[in-house]
């Protein structure tokens, strides 16, 4: 099912994705699609990266957070304050657009995120509570801050303004694709709740309908595609955990998975030693860093270079806030192997 | 000296320049500028990096080697081969243009040279010869091949062509800029004989003849440094090393030397030491890979924070072909002390 006509009633559509854009344009960074000609023969199709690599905070969530934050200005103009909770990239998301908007933001992060996360996150402004992953509720406490202090909630999906605003990065690729004469055939984009691929197919699909989209996970937690198998949503079970901390929520949004049902061609999933091999061929090949989340779209695609022979294929690398310990772990590792 | 009134009779003019990147585009990646906004206020000057690291064969080398070569096929169009010494990203750069443009390719690397970078150069379908370093004359065999085979020589700087090809990434950075509705102050980008930040100085400083342009070298090769504070070319003590593999040349170049006396601000030098903590940084804050004399127009910027503050300042990240064991050597060492 990814048919246009299954789009009417979505909680994202290319308008708002398009409303996005002017919205952020100027305060996100229009991240570069980058073509590597020379690996396009040993890998049997064209590889298109889109950078979010390179996005202000190192992913593609400040897209959604700065979004959401005018959305916030512009219709509660006496809000002064956000509370968020994340394991990372979208904390520091919240938190960059939230010093640049003005707001004081909290932030509820597992005491287990990634260092570099966490302080990035105090440095971007934001004051970090956290907690304990396995005993502790994110929700509870941060419906308790915002109770206590008036903050507005920026959820990390499960929000049309947060969808539509993930949803500019395909846009831009989109547009940068056709300025070098493309288009993709299939676009793979990440998924943990799913509102970055959700956006990413609203612009896509809109614009390029015979394209197909794909959403990338860790096998470990491919809730995704198996929930676009089942037809409903299905959960991860209990425990399951992978390197991709990024990747790591149990069930799609309530508000995502229509959008998924709806748009994209399926689910493919990598596991973490091939996203690791993922890490070091964009290290070594692309020169680019990934964290693991953020390679999971690279790892499909080479996985699958059988299905995509011939076809252009365009992977949102969708963050880079890897610590030097996990980019040491890619480059002692196995190469992908490619001819 | 830095006054466009000394650039008549150089042997690279904007002209030049820009003829190159008409014969050039659409082979050369037009490689991204990119800013990195939430940086800006730490660093207390706005970074631009102009990322050749994306160029095809990882380094700003194809530009000067296909210019050359389209210059061979218009002028000569009965040759079918050339002939290039280099033990890393010149020899890459020449075996990928001689591929596409179809000619014969022969590179004469020493047989100490990096394992990946001769299979790199094979894989690219030239023919590898190699040669001891210390006891036979690369110059001597490259030419014994010329007169043999009739191969045309692809020198790695000092030639008209070459200069002008490497100085279309000045003129893209000139024009991405501006684009984002920036100039910059400053440009920096790295020298071993020169080539490069010759034909970026001669794109950049008629297009911008207010903006600074500096050569960036490792401490232990400063040649053009101090060449440029004695006006006239001297060379590295013999046996001089640093982790910069590609910016060892022994001495300024004949023909490039002249442009930068004319067009340059200075050299600036930067320790093998400030040089890794520049790749980690590259790797942690920019996401990017660098090799280490890729990162030395970097490490050149963080060095003299003081000197550059409020100014904007683009480096030209030359190249991005660092073995994993010199990126785990950068990740293990310590950061730039940025606040």
Redesign the interface.
Known sequence: MDSLENSAGLAVQFADVEAAAKRIAGKA?KT?L?????LDDALGFRLLVK?E??Q???SFKFRGACNKLMIVKEQNPGARAVVAFSSGNHAQGVA?AAAMLGFKATIVMPDDAPR?KIENTKA?GAEVVLYKRHTESREQISSDIAAKTGAVMVPPYDDPAIMAGQGTSGLELCAQAEALGMKADVVIAPASGGGLVAGVAAAVKHLWPAAQVYAAEPATCNDLQRSLMEGKRVGNAPGSVSICDALMSPIPGELTFPVHKALLSGGLAASDADILKAM?FA??R?????EPGGASSLACALLNRDKFRGKTVAVVASG?NAD?EM??RA??GEDFAIP
């Open positions: 960074v570069p980058l073509h590597y000609p020379q950078a690599t390179l202000r905070t190192g960059a570099i971007l070091k290290l070594t692309l020169k680019l860093v990934m880079g030097p980019l040491k480059l002692d």
